[in-house]
């Protein structure tokens, strides 16, 4: 994989050393990035990057947990809320996060 590696970043380069890059310049045009916020009994996940999340935050911006790491996250915005473990009713996640509606109901 090393070589599609090495071919995006001469595009990179070769990129940043025009004065008006085209404007179909290789930018993803997505939606704004969503994820299902899910909830186990020790810890939260985001839904798209499966990284550890705070349960409170409306976004995953920082990757919380055993290694914290501040403004890790994918940066998705939680729609939706999850229990991963049977421990995890659908009334705790209600109570977490009465804001969000629940996957799959
Ligand atoms: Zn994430």
Known sequence: MSESRNSFIELVEELAHL??????????VTGELTATLLVGDFESRCGNCRKPTLVGVDRHTDISGWVEE???GCGARFTDIASTSSGVTTAHLRRLRPDLPLRDH
């Open 70 to 72: 501040p403004g890790g």
């Open 19 to 28: 004065d008006h890059p085209p404007a179909t310049a290789p930018e993803p």
